[in-house]
């Protein structure tokens, strides 16, 4: 009886520690998304380039939808996954199809710029990306950890939503819900 009661009491520890870290990880994320609510994303003037298909493009038009979905990639972990190349394009098709006016602006900063654009020439994805070759959009907004860097923008750039919509139904309802009620 004695080691069933040790058994169980261990058991409870765990639980209960294994509860206030969740707990935490809600608070924590539950922070970000106050912190991060109407915050405008700034845009750096210079030191990025904007590719299309592996060669240089301009794309004025690109700030200038009524809503974008804005998603950093940086070089902390794997780059290729961070920016899902197959899970954007079908998500862009499903805009398109849908009539869904929206921009898409990846940025990415990275330590190996010639095998990410490589990658984007071999899935080849047709949006344009920023390559933020000297990190400048991250110095003036200082973005959240990895998985919280992706918004969604208004017409002014400011943050409306957080969080990828690619591989979460839910959280591109609420993507959809709030572009199509403009």
């Given amino acids: 009886m004695l ?25 924590g994320i539950k922070k970000i ?9 700034l845009i750096p003037d210079n030191n990025i380039s904007i590719k299309f298909l592996g060669r240089d493009t301009l794309c004025s038009d690109l700030w200038n939808k009524p809503f974008k979905i804005f998603t950093y990639i940086d070089s902390i972990g794997c780059t290729s996954c961070q920016l899902g190349v197959l899970e954007w394009s079908a998500l862009i098709n499903t805009c398109r199809q849908q009539q869904i ?15 990410f654009d490589s990658e984007i020439q071999f899935h080849e994805f047709d949006y344009p990306i920023i390559f933020d070759y000297k990190n400048q959009f991250h110095k003036i907004n200082q973005f959240p950890h990895t998985p919280f860097r992706t918004f969604l923008l208004d017409k002014n750039n400011k943050v409306k939503l957080i969080g990828s919509p690619i ?3 839910q959280m591109w309802e609420l993507y959809k819900k709030t572009i199509t009620q403009q």
């Fill in 101 to 115: 006016d929206v921009g898409f602006i990846f940025v990415v900063h990275s330590s190996d710029f010639k095998r």
């Fill in 33 to 41: 998304v106050q912190e991060w609510q109407e915050k405008e994303i």
């Fill in 167 to 169: 591989n979460n139904p």
């Fill in 3 to 27: 080691k069933t009661n040790k058994t169980s009491i261990i058991i409870f520890i765990v639980f209960i520690l294994f509860s206030c870290q969740r707990m935490s990880r809600k608070e």
